[in-house]
């Protein structure tokens, strides 16, 4: 799947530009010395499409903040979210929508759906991709 293609007939959606190999490199020694997981493969191949994805209440972190001009939202990095917003070290959070946060939890390798405070997982995922297509499907109605 190519993330692009996934959101360019979406309207009202907002994304970062592509990561450059330097900032993948810089937030992984970031998330090492926060003693959070390392990112999965699968999520740096969206980061360097995307870099980050907010529209309808959905949001998936990227490397640096992105705001909607729209709005006057502005999404945080997913770097902050793991270390100003959770004190939960096994999981690294990657999005939310509602009352779902999404998390890679590298113990298992899986991807998840969580309600807060990190109970059991509502659906888990063996990539990112899957994760991201089921998620956009559920709020945007569409057969992506």
């Given at each position: 799947m190519i993330f692009e293609d996934v959101v360019k007939?979406?309207?009202?959606?907002?994304?970062?530009?592509?990561?450059?190999?330097?900032?993948?490199?810089h937030l992984q020694k970031s998330l090492?010395?926060?003693?959070?997981?390392e990112l999965p493969q699968s999520f740096i191949a969206f980061l360097k499409s995307l870099n980050g994805f907010m529209g309808n209440g959905i949001e998936f972190y990227g490397i640096k903040e992105i705001e909607d001009k729209a709005s006057h939202y502005t999404l945080p990095p997913l770097l902050e979210k793991n270390t100003k917003t959770s004190k939960n070290k096994d999981f690294l959070i990657l999005g939310s929508v509602d009352d779902l946060t999404f998390v890679f939890n590298p113990k298992d390798n899986l991807f998840a759906s969580m309600e807060l405070p990190f109970l059991e997982p509502e659906a888990t995922y063996t990539s990112f991709e899957e994760l991201f297509k089921d998620v956009l499907c559920s709020y945007y109605g569409e057969n992506l």
């Open positions: 007939n979406l309207s009202g959606s907002v994304v970062g530009h592509p990561a450059l190999s330097e900032e993948i490199i090492m010395e926060n003693d959070l997981p």
